[in-house]
């Protein structure tokens, strides 16, 4: 039995690596464009995988998303009708995919739950990314209604962890904060955080989600889909403490309340996951962070960026 798993050179699939090592093909960017139909249903009658991690997608930060909203709408939706549709055409029994709770209205009702889904504009300041990802939901759905496939949705929160995109302007807050903090204090100047520093997330550690994802690929097959959160929020500004506290940066801290602090806040809940996984234990910010930190520092320069 071979998995696929699409994407797997990003932040979940490289925890998946670890993971898993047998009966598993790691697909890239260099295996097939899976913008173009062609491309992914060759890729699919190559590997002949009966189940499907399917992670990839065109994602940034808050920066990335106000910067290329035509890009990121263009391209999840490409990547994501191809994959769905060449998993169906050549019989993929059962595939898990990825939305984001960034995904859901902008107005709430809080705590998220999948069937506020569809119920209201997302944030302007994502919504391509968020329309593209929102339609994950909707084809899966229609999949199983029509074919009776096991198309299953993942929606984690603010996930970070080694690995990840560390670049300045278009990756998520935690790497990008990692890695001006490094620079802050290698330059000797003050670190400068967007924004106010009081919205708040729910960070999710890689290595978490890449454990939630092997489960449900083998035990969910619920047409709803998962929030995948541990039901903490944390303010920006309790981030940049922990980060500068693992960074050992001691320098000044600002707030650059020119920069945009997108939505104030999206709590969601997880109360589906834990019905199903009730003794799952996640990862501490602090804990998850100090693991990102060694692996900047290890890895520095040849990191993405
Ligand atoms: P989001 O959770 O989808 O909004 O995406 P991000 O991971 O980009 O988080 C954005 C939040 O972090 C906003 O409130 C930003 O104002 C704040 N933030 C503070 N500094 C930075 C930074 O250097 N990069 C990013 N991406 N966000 C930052």
Not at 36 to 61: C, D, M
Not at 104 to 111: A, I, K, L, S, V
Not at 206 to 217: H, R
Not at 233 to 253: A, K, N
Request: net charge neutral.
């Amino acid at each position: 039995m071979t998995i696929l798993v699409t994407g797997s050179d990003g932040l979940v699939g490289s925890a998946l690596r670890e993971l898993i090592s047998e009966n598993v093909y790691f697909a890239t960017r260099k295996d097939a464009d899976l913008t173009n139909y062609q491309e992914t249903e060759s890729l699919f009658n190559r590997i002949k995988p009966e189940k499907v991690i399917h992670l990839a997608a065109l994602v940034g930060g808050i920066g990335g998303n106000l910067m290329h909203s035509g890009e990121y709408f263009r391209d999840n939706l490409q990547i994501n009708i191809n994959t769905l549709e060449a998993a169906r055409k050549t019989n993929v029994s059962k595939l898990v995919s990825f939305m984001s709770t960034c995904v859901f209205p902008n107005e709430g009702p809080y705590p998220l739950t999948p069937e506020t889904l569809h119920l209201g504009q997302p944030h302007p300041s994502n919504f391509g990314y968020a329309y593209a990802k929102r339609m994950l939901e909707v084809q899966s759905r229609a999949y199983r209604a029509q074919w009776g496939l096991d198309y299953v949705v993942a929606i984690p929160t603010n996930i970070f962890g080694p690995r990840d995109n560390f670049n300045l302007i278009e990756g998520h807050v935690v790497p990008a904060l990692i890695h001006k903090t490094y620079l802050a204090k290698k330059e000797k100047t003050n670190l400068t955080v967007w924004g106010s520093g009081k919205p708040l997330r729910e960070f999710v550690f890689s290595k978490d989600v890449a454990k939630i994802t092997l489960w449900m690929l083998n035990n969910y097959s619920d047409s709803e889909p998962l929030i995948l959160t541990s039901g903490t929020e944390t303010s920006i500004r309790d981030l940049v403490e922990c980060v500068v506290r693992e960074m050992d940066f001691s320098g000044e801290i600002n707030f650059d309340k020119t920069k945009p602090d997108g939505q104030f806040r999206k709590p969601s809940s997880n109360e589906a996951l834990l019905e199903r996984l009730p003794n799952f234990s996640f990862t501490k910010l602090s804990d998850g962070v100090k693991e990102t930190v060694e692996w900047f520092n290890g890895n520095y320069p040849s990191i993405r960026k």
